[in-house]
Each structure stands twice: as structure tokens, then as C-alpha cells.
């Protein structure tokens, strides 16, 4: 019995050393694979906050990448320089913005043109002690990329445009660009460009002097908002919408042909976003043909007009109005009933309710 006892025991010490050696070995393998991991791991994207954009900010010799992948080496533009907005906190210039100016005067490949762009973007609007201090003649370097033939150059070099266009004394040298940018956008058919150039015209006041590049650039524009990107549509209603604010161009825009569908801008179905700006066209629209100055000449119309299509005898634009009224979104009903009531009640007889009550009635008709 005391042998089998001691048997018992020997076994006992073997299966403890077996089961210690396994659960250390599965330890080991585990940790290893943690390092591993971790080795192997890639540091998070960058988000768009102020420390992340600020990392993005070359100095000479580097080169820019997007997001969406880590940057390779690449020669010609020069090595990273910290945080540039830390040392802009401090009251120090980093220089990082006028090495990007510089470096854009260099011969570069179109890739990198672009994102040189892209960064100068970023500097300007996080580094703004150091975009004020940038001249005319950075303005005029930024907007020589508008004649690259690559449209990725084109589009980064509106955007820095968009950005430079939010220091009050650049905005005269930059309306220099308006006809361009009008141009590009009515002659290339690139949703990102019309975003892009159409973000910074909204960006900029109207000049005088653009008005008949604004006549001829009309149908354009009246293709994007029809068109179907969002951004581009609302970005292009933004713009029409200042237009029809111009009693000089008011006609141009109303008489300007449409797609027989264009009311379906007005459908609920459509963003929130966008079906605010279109009413708010509309209402200005109709505020602007009501005015004595306008209602004193006879206008004649195509049949295809925006006119017709929004005002015309056969317009149902009532019925997506009154559909619009119980819209979830609190904006597009408010907006909706300011069009109704620009449709009932003539802008200088506003004041004069007994008017409206007697006055042809719009929506009547729609009935």
C-alpha cells in the first residue's frame, strides 16, 4: 500500500510539472503574439483635430500624403517639423507655411503640387499669424495652379483660395479668380471641382464685373443643381440664390431652361440641407419678380423656363409646398411657409392685408 502510496505521489509531481510546463509555454506563446501585434500595429489615422492637422504641415523635403495611407518616402519636398501650431502658440513663426509657398514655386509632379496645396489648406487655416503674413503675390502663386492641366491640382488649389479668402485683405486679389473659377466650373464636368471652386465663390462678395461671365455660366449651373450630388447641388443654389438677389441678373436666371423635373428638388424625399436652400431660392425669387422695379417691365418666358417651371400657370409647385409644411425638419417648414406667403402676398403690398385676401390667390389655383 505505501509503494502504491509513493507511485501516487511521483505520478502526482509529473502531472504538476507537465501541467506548470504547458501553462508557461501557452504564456510565452501568448506574450509573443502580443509583441508581435503590436509590432505589426499601425499608429490610428489622424483626426481632424488641431494637433493631428497641424502633424500634416510639411516642411521642405516632405511629402504630403492623404489619410488614407502612410507616407512614403519621397524626395523633392524635404523632412517633417513637428508641431507647428505649438510654436505658433508660443509666439514663434515656424516657418512651415512659407516653406510649402516656396516649395510650390519649385518644378513638382502633380501629385505632390496637390498635396503641397492640401497642406498649405491646413496652415492656413490653423496657422493664421503666418497666412496673414503671406503677400499678393502667394495669392497669385496659389491661383497660377488653376491653369494645371491635372484637376486634383485644381481642386486643392481652390480650397487653399477658399481658405486664403477668410483674411479680409486677400479677398480683392482673390475675386481676381471669380471668372476663372466660373470657367472651370462650367466647363468641366467634375463633381469635387464644383464643390470645390463653387465653395469659394460663396466665399467671396459678388463683384459687378462678373455679371456677364454669371449670364453665360447660367445653364451650368443650373445643370449642377439638377445634377445629382448633394454637396455640388447645394453649393450651386448658395450661389444662385445670391444671384437672384441682383436685379440685373434676375431675368437671366428665370428665364433659364430646366429639366421638365425640376420640381422635384421640392419633393420631401430629398436632404433636409438641400430642400432648405431651394426654398430659400425660391423665395427670393419670387420676392425679387414682385418688386415694382421688376413688375414694371413685360418679361417674356421659354416654356422651359424656371419661371414657368416654379411660377407658370401650370407650376405644381403649390403641392410640394403644402407638402413641405409638415416637413420632420422644423427649418424646411419654416422656410416653406416664407415661400407661400412671398407666392400670396406681393413684397410692397405686404403691409396691406386686405389686398392679399382679394389679390388671385396661387394656391387656389393649385386646388
Known amino acids: 500500500m505505501g509503494r502504491s502510496v509513493q507511485q501516487c505521489l511521483e505520478q502526482l509531481d509529473i502531472r504538476k510539472s507537465v501541467v506548470g510546463l504547458a501553462i508557461?509555454?501557452?504564456?510565452?506563446?501568448?506574450?509573443?503574439?502580443?509583441?508581435?501585434?503590436?509590432?505589426?500595429?499601425?499608429?490610428?489615422?489622424?483626426?481632424?483635430?488641431?494637433?493631428?492637422?497641424?502633424?500634416?504641415?510639411?516642411?521642405?523635403?516632405?511629402?504630403?500624403?492623404?489619410?488614407?495611407?502612410?507616407?512614403?518616402?519621397a524626395s523633392g519636398v524635404g523632412g517633417t517639423k513637428g508641431l507647428a501650431i505649438e510654436r505658433e502658440r508660443h509666439g514663434r513663426d515656424s516657418g512651415e507655411l512659407r516653406r510649402l509657398l516656396n516649395s510650390l514655386e519649385c518644378k513638382q509632379d502633380e501629385y505632390t503640387k496637390s498635396m503641397v496645396l492640401h497642406s498649405i489648406t491646413r496652415c492656413v487655416y490653423l496657422l493664421e499669424a503666418e497666412a496673414s503674413a503671406c503677400t499678393t503675390d502667394d495669392i497669385m502663386l496659389v491661383g497660377s495652379m488653376l491653369d494645371d492641366k491635372d484637376n486634383s491640382v485644381k481642386i486643392q488649389a481652390l480650397n487653399a483660395l477658399k481658405a486664403f479668402s477668410g483674411i479680409r485683405k486677400f479677398r480683392l486679389k482673390i475675386q481676381e479668380h471669380f471668372i476663372k473659377v466660373l470657367e472651370l466650373i462650367s466647363t468641366t464636368w467634375d463633381s469635387e471641382l464644383h464643390i470645390a471652386g463653387l465653395r469659394l465663390l460663396n466665399n467671396l462678395p459678388l463683384p459687378d464685373f462678373v455679371y456677364p461671365q454669371l449670364r453665360r455660366v447660367m445653364p451650368a449651373l443650373m445643370e449642377i443643381l439638377q445634377s445629382d450630388c448633394i454637396l455640388a447641388q447645394v453649393q450651386a443654389v448658395r450661389l444662385l440664390s445670391c444671384v437672384a438677389q441682383k436685379n440685373d441678373l434676375l431675368?437671366?436666371?428665370?428665364?433659364?431652361?430646366?429639366?421638365?423635373?425640376?420640381?422635384?428638388?421640392?419633393?420631401?424625399?430629398?436632404p433636409g440641407s438641400l430642400l432648405f436652400e431651394v426654398l430659400v431660392f425660391a423665395e427670393r425669387l419670387s420676392e425679387g419678380q414682385n418688386t415694382p422695379h421688376y413688375r414694371a417691365v413685360k418679361w417674356h418666358y421659354n416654356e422651359q423656363s424656371l419661371h414657368e417651371a416654379l411660377f407658370g400657370d401650370q407650376s405644381r409647385l403649390a403641392d410640394r409646398l403644402l407638402a413641405l409644411v409638415i416637413h420632420p425638419e422644423e427649418e424646411v417648414q419654416i422656410q416653406a411657409c416664407k415661400v407661400i406667403v412671398s407666392l400670396q402676398c406681393p413684397q410692397d403690398v405686404r403691409v396691406r392685408p386686405s389686398f392679399c385676401q382679394t389679390s388671385r390667390s396661387y394656391f387656389n389655383n393649385a386646388e
Not at 497641424?54 to 516642411?59: D, M, Q
Not at 431675368?251 to 430629398?270: E, G
Open 24 to 73: 508557461g509555454a501557452g504564456a510565452i506563446y501568448l506574450l509573443y503574439k502580443a509583441i508581435k501585434a503590436g509590432l505589426k500595429c499601425q499608429p490610428p489615422l489622424c483626426t481632424n483635430s488641431p494637433i493631428c492637422i497641424a502633424r500634416e504641415c510639411l516642411g521642405p523635403g516632405e511629402r504630403a500624403q492623404p489619410q488614407e495611407a502612410p507616407a512614403p518616402k
Open 251 to 270: 431675368y437671366d436666371i428665370l428665364n433659364c431652361q430646366v429639366h421638365a423635373n425640376f420640381l422635384n428638388l421640392f419633393q420631401s424625399t430629398q
